[in-house]
């Protein structure tokens, strides 16, 4: 997403603090996959990948939402 090679940690928290479904949804899209093949290949189901990576990125929108909150990109 060129998006994200345009901009600066900071400015990513910015438009997770404003709800940006845009960047929501690349984090989600960005890294579901990944998270699924490891929790079934652990024996979880597909399902239970989908609800709890859901779930962290509600948390990260949230976290990103409270003061002092940073994100380091790699």
Known sequence: MIFFKKKRPENIIEE???GN???IEHFYASGFRA???YIVAHGGDP???K???QEAILILV????Q???TL???
């Open 72 to 74: 380091e990109v790699e």
């Open 62 to 65: 949230q976290k990103a939402s």
């Open 35 to 37: 998270v699924k093949k």
């Open 51 to 53: 609800d709890l990576y």
């Open 67 to 69: 003061d002092g909150f």
């Open 47 to 49: 399902d239970l990948a």
């Open 21 to 23: 479904e845009q960047v």
């Open 16 to 18: 997770l603090r404003k």
